[in-house]
C-alpha cells in the first residue's frame, strides 16, 4: 500500500471514530428527545436546527473543498477563509435573530421563532471550526479532529439530555446545540489548530472563484436535506415534522457514521492523487463497494426493524413506514455524497453542482404535488428524486473514466437486496418471540439476529471488501 493509501486508511478509521461518538451521542439525544417530547415539540427543533443547517452551510460553503485543493500556504488561505466565513456567520446570525419571527409564521410554526434566535447565535462559533476542520482533512489528520468535534458533541448531548430530564423542553436540543458549537473552536484550539485571521487578496479571489461553483452546490445539498421539514411544517403542521424527524434522524445515522466518513476521505486523498498525476478509478471502486457493503447492511437492519420505532412510545407508530422508505433513500445518498466528492476532486465541480441543481428540481417538484398526501409520500418523493439522480451521477463519472465498475456495482445492488430479503424472512419467522413491538428488550434481541443474518449476506455478496 502506498504511503498515501496508509494514511487514507488510518484518516478513516479515526473519522470514523469520530463520527460514532459524535452522532452515536446526537443518536442518544434522539432517544432522550423521543421518550420526553411530544410530537409538537420535537417538530419545532427540527424546523429551527433545518433554518441553521442552511446558515451553516452558506456560511462555510466551499471551505473544506478550498483547503484541500489550493496549491497556495494552507494556512494563509485557512486566515483568509477564517475572515470570510466567520463574517458569514455573524451577518447571517444577525439576520436570523431579526426575521425569526417572520420566518417561523411563514412556516405556520410561530413557537419555533425564539428556537430559531437562540440556535442561530451558534453560527460565528461553527464558522470558526469548520475552518479548523478543513486544515485537519487537508493532511487526513483526523485524529486530532476528536476532541473538538466528538468532545464537543459529547459536551452539547449531555446537556441536552439534562435539559430535557429535568423539563426544558424544546430548548434542551438548541441549547446543547449551543454549547456544542462554542466548544468545537476552542477545543480545535487546544489540539493545537490555530488559524489567525488574514487578509490574502490573491487567496480571497482563488476561494471566491471555487465558492462560485461548489458553494451554490453545498447549499443546494443543505437544502436538499431540509425543504421536506419545511414542506411538511408549512402544510401539516408542528406534529407531522415531528413523526418525519424521527424517521429521518434515525435514516440518517448510517448515512453520517459511514458515507460521511468515506467522503471526508475520499475528497482529500483524490485531490492528492490528482495532484500526483495518479488515477482514481480503482480508488473509487473501492470506496464504492464499501459504502454499498458497509451501509447496505445497516440499512437492510434498519428497514426491517422499522416498526420497532415504538420502543419510544406508541405516539410514534406513524414514523415507521417512512423511515423503511428513508432507509432505501439513505443507501442513495451515500453513494451519491462519495461520488460528488470524487467529482469535486477531478475538477469537475460544475457538473457537481449541475447533478445537485437536478436533484433539488425533481424534489421540490416532487413536494409541491405530493406534501399533501402526507409524511409517507414525502419520503416516497425523496426516495424516488435520489435514485433517478444515482445512475446520472455514475455516467458523469464513466464518461470521464472515473467511474466504478458495473460489475461491482450489481454485486453490491444484489447484496443489500438479499440482505433486506433474508432479515425480513428472518424477522417474519421469529415474530414476537423476544417480546411485544414496543419492549426495548425484544427490539435488542431481533436486532442482534437480524444484524447478523443482514451481515453475513452482504459480506458474502462483497468478499472483495473485506480482503481489501
Not at 444577525?94 to 425569526?100: C, I
Not at 444484489?414 to 414496543?438: K, N, Q, S
Amino acid at each position: 500500500m502506498t504511503p498515501i493509501g496508509q494514511r487514507a486508511v488510518r484518516g478513516s478509521l479515526w473519522l470514523f471514530g469520530v463520527n460514532l461518538v459524535s452522532k452515536g451521542s446526537q443518536m442518544a439525544v434522539t432517544l432522550v428527545l423521543a421518550a420526553f417530547l411530544t410530537e409538537e415539540g420535537l417538530g419545532l427543533v427540527a424546523l429551527a436546527v433545518a433554518l441553521v443547517n442552511i446558515g451553516q452551510v452558506v456560511q462555510s460553503m466551499g471551505v473544506y473543498d478550498v483547503v484541500s485543493r489550493t496549491d497556495r500556504d494552507p494556512r494563509r488561505m485557512a486566515g483568509t477563509l477564517l475572515v470570510l466565513s466567520a463574517g458569514a456567520g455573524v451577518v447571517l446570525a444577525s439576520v436570523l435573530v431579526l426575521a425569526a419571527d417572520g420566518i417561523a409564521h411563514a412556516l405556520d410554526a410561530p413557537s419555533a421563532a425564539p428556537l430559531v434566535r437562540l440556535a442561530a447565535v451558534s453560527l460565528p462559533f461553527s464558522a470558526v471550526a469548520g475552518v479548523q476542520m478543513g486544515l485537519l482533512h487537508r493532511e487526513l489528520d483526523f485524529r486530532r479532529r476528536m476532541l473538538p468535534d466528538a468532545g464537543g458533541a459529547l459536551l452539547g448531548a449531555a446537556v441536552t439530555i439534562a435539559l430535557a430530564v429535568t423539563g426544558a423542553g424544546p430548548y434542551s436540543l438548541v441549547i446543547g446545540l449551543l454549547c456544542t458549537a462554542v466548544a468545537q473552536p476552542v477545543l480545535g484550539v487546544v489540539v493545537g489548530v490555530r488559524v489567525r485571521p488574514v487578509w490574502d487578496a490573491e487567496a480571497a479571489a482563488e476561494a471566491s472563484r471555487w465558492i462560485a461553483v461548489v458553494g451554490p452546490g453545498a447549499l443546494v445539498a443543505v437544502l436538499l436535506i431540509n425543504v421536506d421539514y419545511l414542506a411538511i411544517a408549512r402544510v401539516h403542521g408542528p406534529e407531522a415534522v415531528g413523526v418525519y424527524s424521527l424517521a429521518y434522524r434515525i435514516a440518517w445515522v448510517p448515512y453520517i457514521l459511514v458515507a460521511v466518513v468515506l467522503g471526508g476521505v475520499v475528497l482529500p486523498l483524490c485531490a492528492k492523487l490528482v495532484r500526483a498525476g495518479e488515477g482514481l478509478s480503482e480508488v473509487v471502486g473501492r470506496f464504492t463497494s464499501a459504502v454499498l457493503a458497509v451501509t447496505g447492511a445497516l440499512y437492510a437492519v434498519t428497514a426491517v426493524l422499522a416498526d420497532r420505532v415504538v420502543v419510544f412510545g406508541a405516539r410514534w407508530a406513524e414514523a415507521a413506514v417512512p423511515l423503511a422508505l428513508l432507509c432505501l433513500y439513505g443507501l442513495g445518498i451515500s453513494l451519491l455524497h462519495v461520488w460528488y466528492q470524487v467529482l469535486k476532486a477531478a475538477g469537475h465541480a460544475r457538473r457537481y453542482l449541475a447533478l445537485e441543481v437536478t436533484h433539488l428540481v425533481l424534489l421540490v417538484g416532487g413536494l409541491l404535488l405530493f406534501t399533501r398526501h402526507g409524511v409517507v409520500a414525502v419520503a416516497l418523493v425523496q426516495l424516488t428524486a435520489a435514485w433517478l439522480v444515482v445512475p446520472c451521477t455514475w455516467w458523469a463519472l464513466a464518461r470521464r473514466g472515473i467511474g466504478p465498475p458495473l460489475a461491482a456495482l450489481a454485486r453490491g445492488a444484489v447484496g443489500v437486496v438479499a440482505a433486506a430479503g433474508c432479515g425480513a424472512a428472518v424477522a417474519f419467522g421469529v415474530g414476537d418471540v423476544f417480546g411485544p413491538p414496543g419492549s426495548v428488550v425484544a427490539a435488542l434481541g431481533e436486532g442482534v439476529v437480524v444484524a447478523v443474518v443482514c451481515g453475513v449476506v452482504v459480506l458474502a455478496a462483497n468478499r472483495e471488501v473485506v480482503r481489501r
